[in-house]
């Protein structure tokens, strides 16, 4: 390999190097909290028996808010509430129609990385 043609595939290496540290920092950039949006469920979101994301929420006579599906599966294996351990039944619970609507709203907001959390 002579002097030019060595000087030519050292600047086509630097190039690629160069476009290759750009997208890297074009990745870490998007993926920087405090660069991009806010990424954070908030708590009142979250079903306190699974920790998931609630999309159903239903509130029990003491007030708090669960997931449908969960708190009934909780019920089946035992009919209490599942923080106070009062006595509880599918027919003491009240859909949190509030509630939803927030939950709806946040999950329309955050498509993409919210349903991967």
């Not at 159903?56 to 009934?72: A, Q």
Request: glycine letters at 4%; aromatic letters at 6%.
């Amino acid at each position: 390999m002579g002097a030019v043609e060595a000087e030519e595939r050292r600047k086509e290496v630097l190039e690629a190097g160069r476009k290759k540290l750009e997208e890297c920092r074009s990745v870490f950039a998007i993926a920087d909290p405090e660069h991009g949006e806010r990424r954070e469920v908030p708590d009142w979101l979250v079903d306190n028996i699974s920790f998931e994301v609630m999309h159903d929420p239903v509130m029990t006579k003491t007030g708090h808010s669960y997931e449908r599906s969960t708190l009934i599966e909780h019920l089946k294996r035992s009919p209490t509430d599942p923080l106070t351990r009062e006595p509880l039944t599918v027919n003491d619970l009240r859909p949190n129609l509030a509630l939803k609507q927030a939950c709806a709203d946040f999950l329309e907001n955050n498509k993409g990385w919210v349903v991967d959390w």
